[in-house]
């Protein structure tokens, strides 16, 4: 009796964690059909780094009162979605390159000013030409993946 309550327990944490574990719904078709997605730099600085990346979301009619578009995640960032028109959105990513000098001795000691570099693990497991679109309809939020993702020319 007493190995039987063990195993019930142990099914029911498992099943617990599983359910805790999907709280984020992916959808595989967006609602409506979109058009276009795409990215431009807009700036380089001298050392040809992008100083703001705009990403572009089209779709082929305007979206309905249910759907709200609240952010885009693309190359281990997040943006606000912010509407230009009916049927076009943008999301801005301002780049940040911020270059250290490091100290570099043969004596430890006189490297001690130096920090260590911060590393911020991403959201999502993203390849470089997708990008995930966070939204909500009927008080639901839902990510919906954009694959092939490329630089307007």
């Known amino acids: 009796m007493e190995?039987?309550?063990?195993?019930?327990?142990?099914?029911?944490?498992?099943l617990c964690f599983t359910f805790c574990a999907s709280n984020h719904e992916m959808q595989m078709n967006f609602p409506q059909e979109i058009t276009k997605a795409y990215y431009e730099t807009?700036?380089?600085n001298a050392e040809k780094n992008a100083v703001m990346v705009n990403f572009y979301i089209e779709f082929k009619e305007p979206l309905s009162d249910e759907i709200l578009l609240q952010k885009v995640y693309f190359r281990n960032h997040e943006a606000l979605i912010e509407k230009i028109s009916e049927k076009k959105y943008v999301?801005?990513?301002?780049?940040?390159?911020?270059?250290?000098?490091?100290?570099?001795d043969s004596d430890s000691k006189k490297e001690y000013g130096n920090k260590a570099p911060v590393i911020v693990k991403p959201k999502f497991k993203l390849n470089k030409d997708e990008a995930l679109l966070e939204y909500r309809r009927n008080n639901e939020t839902i990510f919906f993946k954009l694959k092939g993702i490329k630089e307007k020319e």
């Open 3 to 14: 190995i039987l309550k063990k195993i019930i327990l142990m099914v029911l944490s498992v």
């Open 91 to 104: 999301a801005h990513f301002p780049q940040t390159a911020a270059v250290q000098d490091f100290i570099l």
């Open 42 to 44: 807009l700036a380089e």
